[in-house]
């Protein structure tokens, strides 16, 4: 055989040889993430409030700088998310958790004197887009004669940020029973020049960051940390400013003038009408702390019918 024979037969001998690698590599780096885009989770955590109730030894300060771990409440969640890309997702979830706060768990004189306290149920929807610059992948994806399997990672980790709605109920104890306090116009909502009444159901923003481990090839378990900035201070149905106690009773009854001021009297002048109640420049915001269990939707698909009876069989090793 002549060199311009040997040459094509050659050509044709190493392209025949490098083609399953190729496809095999091809199946991991570009389509491998498609058979498990769909996932659901299932979450257990606590919950906690970042508002004016409550908080440190200190005048109150935003963000987490004044959170009471000792008003840490339980939280749970469902939720789905959908790979757009192979490092982008986009999920819906559901929270439900508790939030609280009390003036009695700080000894900053003037909100231990103030002495309010509530309680709320939440209930949140949200939608959130995801980056994925690092994540969990298992070894040896597919049963290819001759081909080894990647190196497997089993951490991944996550940001989101998204849009929501949150619907939230607050209460006080009062003789024994759970009050609620947005029907007693505690700071004269709706009263003239009162602040105007507060809904229920808001808008939110959730922030937040998530790390992964994998389990096996299916199974993920995780932590994750969630932020949600609010636009309303009334969470714990305190914003702004001590209104006329006699107008309140005289309104909505002397349950509301009481619950409106509750204090304990060691600040003379504190609470009188016009003096500051809670902190208006800055809205309420809440945390969730969860460990989820992620399940992963496989969903097999190929062109070709061998490699397709191949990856349904394949074995992963982690």
């Not at 939608?127 to 089993?154: N, T």
């Not at 932590?223 to 009773?249: C, H, N, P, R, W």
């Amino acid at each position: 055989m002549n060199t311009k024979q040997l040459l094509p037969s050659a050509a044709l001998l190493l392209g025949l040889a490098l083609a399953p690698a190729a496809e095999a590599q091809y199946f991991r780096s570009s389509n491998y993430w498609k058979t498990h885009r769909n996932e659901i989770a299932v979450g257990l955590g606590i919950s906690n409030f970042l508002g004016e109730l409550g908080g440190r030894n200190q005048i109150g300060s935003p963000f987490v700088w004044d959170l009471e771990f000792s008003q840490t409440k339980p939280a749970f969640s469902l939720g789905y998310r959908y790979y757009l890309a192979q490092r982008i997702s986009i999920r819906a979830n559901g929270t439900y958790g508790v939030l609280a706060g009390n003036d009695n768990l700080t000894e900053e004189l003037f909100r231990n004197n103030r002495n309010l306290s509530f309680k709320s149920t939440i209930i949140e929807g949200q939608i959130c887009l995801e980056w994925h610059p690092f994540q969990e992948v298992p070894g040896h994806l597919y049963d290819l004669r001759g081909v080894k399997g990647m190196a497997p990672s089993r951490t991944g980790l996550y940001f989101f940020l998204g849009v929501g709605g949150f619907h939230f109920n607050p209460k006080t104890q009062f003789d024994g029973a759970w009050v609620e306090l947005k029907p007693l116009h505690t700071e004269g909502q709706g009263l003239a020049n009162g602040p105007e009444e507060y809904e229920l159901t808001q808008f939110c923003v959730p922030m937040g960051l998530g790390v992964r481990r994998a389990l096996n090839k299916t199974m993920t378990l995780g932590l994750e940390l969630q932020y949600t900035k609010t636009f309303t201070d009334y969470i714990d149905d305190v914003s702004g400013e001590y209104y006329d106690k006699e107008a309140l009773k005289e309104n909505f009854g002397l349950l509301s003038a009481y619950l409106s001021d509750p204090s304990l009297g060691v600040v003379p002048g504190q609470t009188h009408t016009g003096q500051q109640r809670g902190y208006k420049d800055h809205n309420d915001a809440y945390l969730f702390l969860k460990v989820q269990l992620h399940y992963k939707l496989f969903k097999f698909r190929a062109k070709n019918k061998q490699y397709r009876t191949r990856i349904r069989r394949q074995k992963v090793v982690f």
